[in-house]
C-alpha cells in the first residue's frame, strides 16, 4: 500500500484537499476581479453577474460563510451518530466503511470549503471609511461573491444527497456490499500475487516444503521494530532489496497478523549478509499499524462479514435474515477464492533465482473459520445452517483443491451433527440431512482440473 492509498483511507484528506482547491479558487478569482476591475458591468456580462454593492456582498458572503459551517457541524454530528449504531449493530470493525467513504468526506469537505472560500472572499471587500482604511479604492470582487453563490446552490444539492447518501448506507445490504466488494477486489489483486516473477504456474504446495527445498541454514532474523497489525507488504522493495544484497528474504507473516517489538517477521539468507542497511530497508517494506486494512488482507474482510453474521443471530437481535445475507455475500467471494489457483510461495527474479518466500493464505482454513464460527453460533436457527450448506456447495462446486474438499466435507458432518444434536424441529432435522447427503455426494464427484 503506497503513501496516497494510506492517506486515501484518513478521513480529513479529501476534506483538506477541498480547503485548498477553495483558497486556490477564492485567490484566483479575487485576482481576475483586480485585474478586471470595472471592465465587467457593460454589456451581457452584466445579465450574468449579480452586482449588489459592499454592503449586499458582505451580508451574502457572511449568510453563506455560517450557513455552511453550520451545515457542515449537522452532517459531522449525523455522521458520528450513524458510526455509534453501526458499531454497536453490526461490529466495531464496520466503522473502517464509513470512515473511508467517499460521499462522506466530500460532503464535508463541500462544506468547509465553502466556508472557508467565503470567509477569504468576505475579507478582501473594501470600502472607504473601513477600520484601517489608507485611503485605497473601494474594491469588491463581483466575479467571487457570485462564484460563492454558485457553491450555495451546489450545497444544496450535496445536503440533498447526503440525506439519501446516509440512509442508504446504514442498510445491512449496503454494508454487506462494501465489505464484499473489498473481499473481491483483494482477492483479483492478489491472487495470483506476485513479487518478482512465479516460478510456477501450478498449485502452491505447502510452505514449508517450498522454505525446505529453498533456505540454508537458520538465517538472520529480522524483527518488526513496534508491535501493531502487519499491515501491507511493499512487494517490489524486498524483491529489490533482495537482488540488491544476493539474499534470499523469507516472510514469516502474512498481512493482517499481529506482532510484537520483537516479532520476527523476516530471515534473511544466508545470515552473514544481513547488516543494518538492508534490516533497515526490509523493515520500511513492512507497514505495522494500529488497525488492519482489505487491502493485502481478505482474511480482514472475511472476518467482518462472518462478525455481521454472528452479530445478528446474537438473542438481543435476532435476525437471522441479515446472517443468511452475510452469507450469501461470503459465498460470491469465497468462491471466487477457491476457484484461483494459489501462487508458488517462492518468487525468482528475472534470471531464476529465488529472492523471496511469501506465503499466500490458507484457503482451507479461511474457509473452515467461518464455518466453524456460523455453526457455534447458528445451530437453532434452521434458515441460517440451510444457508451454511448452500455456502459449502457453492465453493466446493468451484474449487479443484482435493484438500479443500476434504474440509468442506468434514465440516458437513459437523454441520449434520450439530443440527442432530440441537432443538430443532423433528421435520427440519429430516430436510437438513436430506440436504446434507446432496452436498456430500456433490464434494465426492470427481472435478477435473482447468485447461
Known sequence: MNT??????????????????????????????????????????????YRVGASGSRDILGAIASSSLAVAGTTFSITMAVLALTSSSYGPRL?????????????????????????????????LGDPGDLGGDVFVPHLAVNAAVVLAVGNVAVLIYFIHHISDSIQISTLAR????????????????????????????PTGDVRAGTLDGPGAPVTAGRSGYLQSVRDGALMKAAIHADVVLDLRL????????????????????????????????????????????????????????????????NDPYTAVNALDDLSVALSRLAGRTMPSAA??????????????????????????????????????MTATLTLVRRVGAHTHSASLRRVLALHVDLLQQAVTSGTQQPADKKRFAALADTVRDELAAVVPPPG
Open 254 to 317: 502474512r498481512p493482517g497478523q499481529f506482532v510484537l517489538e520483537d516479532t520476527v517477521t523476516v530471515t534473511v539468507h544466508p545470515a552473514g549478509r544481513a547488516d543494518d542497511r538492508l534490516t533497515a530497508t526490509i523493515r520500511s517494506a513492512l507497514q505495522v499499524a494500529d488497525t488492519r486494512s482489505p487491502h493485502q488482507d481478505p482474511e480482514f474482510s472475511v472476518q467482518q462479514l462472518t462478525e455481521m453474521a454472528v452479530r445478528a443471530l446474537s438473542p438481543g437481535t
Open 178 to 205: 462494501r465489505v464484499r466488494t473489498d473481499l473481491l477486489d483483494s482477492i483479483d489483486r492478489l491472487y495470483p500475487a506476485e513479487v518478482g516473477h512465479d516460478p510456477s504456474h501450478e498449485q502452491a504446495g
Open 95 to 127: 466503522v473502517r466503511n464509513f470512515m473511508t467513504d467517499r460521499g462522506n468526506q466530500v460532503v464535508l469537505g463541500v462544506y468547509v470549503s465553502t466556508f472557508l472560500y467565503s470567509l477569504l472572499v468576505l475579507r478582501s471587500i473594501r470600502v
Open 347 to 384: 518468487r525468482v527474479d528475472d534470471g531464476g533465482t529465488v529472492r523471496v518466500v511469501a506465503p499466500p493464505v490458507d484457503v482451507d482454513e479461511l474457509v473452515a473459520s467461518v464455518l466453524d464460527s456460523i455453526r457455534w453460533y447458528a445451530t437453532g436457527h434452521p434458515s441460517v
Open 4 to 49: 496516497l492509498q494510506r492517506l486515501g483511507m484518513r478521513f480529513w484528506f479529501i476534506p483538506a484537499l477541498m480547503c485548498t482547491a477553495a483558497f486556490v479558487l477564492a485567490h484566483g478569482l479575487i485576482a481576475l476581479d483586480r485585474s478586471h476591475a470595472g471592465a465587467v458591468a457593460p454589456g451581457w456580462t452584466s445579465l450574468v453577474l
